[in-house]
């Protein structure tokens, strides 16, 4: 329904990843949608849906509604508990306790990121604090992964959001065509793009569209967590050949301190 596939995500980054499966022969319709879904021959369904040019209509095998998400706390009796609420989620403070002092909430009933891995690190504060401890749930850096192929892995701030913020910023990408590593898993497509506040240095955000993205991007959860800087990731020895290279050479660029490409 939305101008671009994966809301949110950097613009270039989305660009890439709709081109690299258009090539696969995969049909995408944005600003689009669905008004009626009938029956067609040979037990497929007719899908018809209005889009830029006109109304289309399209049979399918197969069909999958993906609607959002909403929290699934009807009928627990939490009101009865005097747990205060908001649009279904379980209000909590920073230390994930409700207006209750000896009841605490975690994951997708508190609304936030609605992510598995965020979750847990958010149960295991909960648990710490019920036992005594005194310990904040920290959002700094939040690493969101898309499963496709070739995968998406991002954390922090993108260009736009950056621009939005009035932020002075500076970017760096480097090509994982020029990664030898990917060059022998033939692995070629994508590229690391990071965000970097130009009078500081710091990071402030990266994207990655590439083979194993989802696991590289730790790398640059960690520098963002840890407020790291250009030249901390600079001097930081990557090994070589391996996928992890192309970070330090966007972050490079980013600097304005290209070494393997222009």
């Known amino acids: 329904m939305l101008p671009q596939i994966i809301p949110g995500e950097d613009e270039e980054i989305v660009a890439a990843l709709r081109s690299s499966m ?20 040979d037990g497929r369904k007719t899908v ?19 609607v959002g998400r909403r929290p699934n706390t009807k009928d627990m009796g939490l009101e009865g508990l005097g747990i205060k609420m908001g649009r279904g989620t379980i209000l909590v403070d920073d230390h994930l306790r409700t207006n209750l002092t000896h009841i605490f909430a975690a ?12 979750a847990s690190m958010e149960a295991e504060v909960a648990v710490e604090n019920a036992l005594g401890h005194d310990k904040r749930m920290d959002y700094t850096a939040v690493p969101s992964c ?27 990408k480097f090509p994982m065509l020029a990664c030898g590593r990917a060059q022998a898993e033939n692995e070629t497509e ?23 993205a989802t696991d ?19 001097d930081t020895i990557h090994a070589h050949p391996t996928l992890s290279e192309p970070i330090r050479e966007a972050v490079l660029k980013a600097a304005g301190r290209p070494i393997h490409m222009m």
């Open 107 to 118: 994951g997708d009933c508190i609304g936030n990121w609605l992510l598995a891995h965020v």
């Open 22 to 41: 258009e090539r696969s022969g995969i049909k995408i319709h944005t600003d689009s949608k669905v008004s009626r879904i009938s029956a067609a021959k």
């Open 190 to 212: 994508g590229f690391v793009k990071v965000v970097v506040e130009k009078a500081s240095g710091k990071i402030l955000g990266a994207q990655i569209l590439g083979h194993r």
């Open 146 to 172: 898309i499963y496709t192929h070739p995968e998406i892995g991002s954390v922090g701030m993108n260009e736009r959001q950056a621009k939005e913020k009035e932020l002075e910023i500076t970017t760096g």
């Open 216 to 234: 590289l991007i730790a790398e640059l959860t960690l520098a963002i967590r840890m407020g790291a800087k250009t030249q901390d990731v600079i």
């Open 48 to 66: 018809t849906f209005s889009a830029k040019d006109g109304e289309m209509k399209v049979d399918v095998e197969k069909i999958l509604l993906s």
